[in-house]
C-alpha cells in the first residue's frame, strides 16, 4: 500500500488518524491544493506552491514549509507511487480547537498530501454543461476546502446530465463548479479576468499564457451570460481535465455541436507545452 503524509510521517492510509476537533473537521478551515505529476515530474510545481501561499496568507495562516521542504515532501510521495502519472493532492487545516471560531487557539496545523494515480477520462468529443447561478462566497480566489456550494452545483449539473456546471454572478460569467472558462466569440477567445471572483487557475493562466505566445488573442475580459449563449465555443479548464470542450450549453448546441478550431489549436499548443516540459 502507498504511503500518505501527515503531519511529518509517511505512513499507510489505513494508519493515518486526524482529530474529530480538527478545524478542516468542524469548519471547513483549511486550503488546497491538486497538482499534476506527468512522467514523475510536478507540472507548475512553483505556480501551485505560489497560490498555496496567497491561500494560506488570506485565511491568516503561516505556511508550515518553506518551497524546498515542500518539494521534498511531495516528491518523496511522487517517487513512492507506482504509477507515472499521478494527481497529488495537498491539505492544511488550522489544525485542532474545541469548536470555537476564534482561530488563534487552534493548535498546529494539519498537513496531508497524498498521491493517486492519474484517473483516465477523455472528453475530447465535449461535454455538455448547465447555466447556474454562482451561489458561492466572495472571495473565491482562495482555493478553500470549503466547497459545499461547487458540490451542490456540480450535483446540480450531474442531475441534468452534464459534467459542469458554468456560473454566472451578476450577469458575469465567474468560472465552472471546479474549472475556469474560456469562450471564443467573434473569432476572440475571451475569459473572466482574475478579480477575486474567480480561482487563479494555473491551467487558466498557462492557457492565456500559451495562446498569447502562439498569436492567437486572448482577452482577460469580463463575458455576459448573453455573451455565453451564442460563442462559437466554449471550454473549460482544470489541472486534471486540461482543456475540454463543452458542445451542450443547457440543451442548446454550442456551435454546431463539436469542438471547435480554437479547442484544436488550444489542445495542441498546450500538448506541446507539456511535451518539452517532459523533455526538459
Ligand atoms: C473553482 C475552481 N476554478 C478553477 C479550477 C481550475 O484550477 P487549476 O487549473 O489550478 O486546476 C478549479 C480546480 O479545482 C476550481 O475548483
Redo the contacts with the bound molecule.
Keep these: 500500500m502507498q504511503n500518505i503524509f501527515l503531519n511529518g510521517e509517511y505512513l499507510p492510509i489505513n494508519q493515518a488518524r486526524i482529530s474529530v476537533f480538527d478545524r478542516g473537521f468542524t469548519f471547513g478551515d483549511g486550503v488546497y491544493e ?1 497538482f499534476l505529476v506527468y512522467h514523475r515530474k510536478i507540472f507548475r510545481l512553483q505556480e ?1 506552491l505560489e ?1 498555496l501561499n496567497n491561500s494560506l496568507s488570506a485565511i491568516y495562516m503561516d505556511n508550515p514549509y518553506s518551497d524546498s521542504q515542500w518539494q521534498e515532501l511531495l516528491i518523496k510521495l511522487v517517487m513512492d507511487s507506482p504509477a507515472d502519472n499521478q494527481s497529488l493532492y495537498l491539505q492544511i487545516t488550522r489544525g485542532v480547537s474545541e469548536r470555537d471560531h476564534a482561530i488563534d487557539i487552534a493548535e498546529k496545523p494539519t498537513v496531508f498530501a497524498m498521491s493517486k494515480p492519474l484517473p483516465e477520462h477523455d472528453f475530447s468529443s465535449g461535454i455538455k454543461a448547465i447555466v447556474a447561478d454562482d451561489i458561492r462566497w466572495q472571495l ?1 480566489y482562495i ?1 478553500a476546502t470549503t ?1 459545499l456550494a ?1 458540490v451542490i452545483l456540480r450535483h446540480q449539473a450531474s442531475l441534468a446530465g452534464a459534467k459542469e456546471a458554468i456560473l454566472v454572478k451578476d450577469d458575469s460569467v465567474t ?6 472558462v474560456f469562450i471564443v466569440i467573434d473569432g476572440v477567445v475571451k475569459t473572466p479576468p482574475k478579480d477575486g471572483r ?8 498557462l492557457v492565456v499564457e500559451l495562446l498569447n505566445e502562439s498569436g492567437v488573442v486572448c482577452q482577460e475580459s469580463n463575458i455576459t451570460r448573453d455573451e455565453l449563449y451564442v460563442a462559437e465555443e466554449i471550454w473549460v ?4 481535465w486540461e482543456i475540454v470542450p463543452v458542445v451542450m450549453l443547457d440543451d442548446t448546441r454550442v456551435g454546431d455541436g463539436r469542438p471547435g478550431q480554437y479547442w484544436e489549436r488550444a489542445r495542441d499548443i498546450y500538448r506541446q507545452f507539456k511535451e518539452a516540459q517532459r523533455q526538459s
Design positions: 491538486v501551485h497560490r473565491c482555493k466547497l461547487s468560472e465552472g463548479a471546479a474549472s475556469n474567480i480561482l487563479p487557475g494555473i491551467t487558466r493562466d479548464t482544470s489541472s486534471t
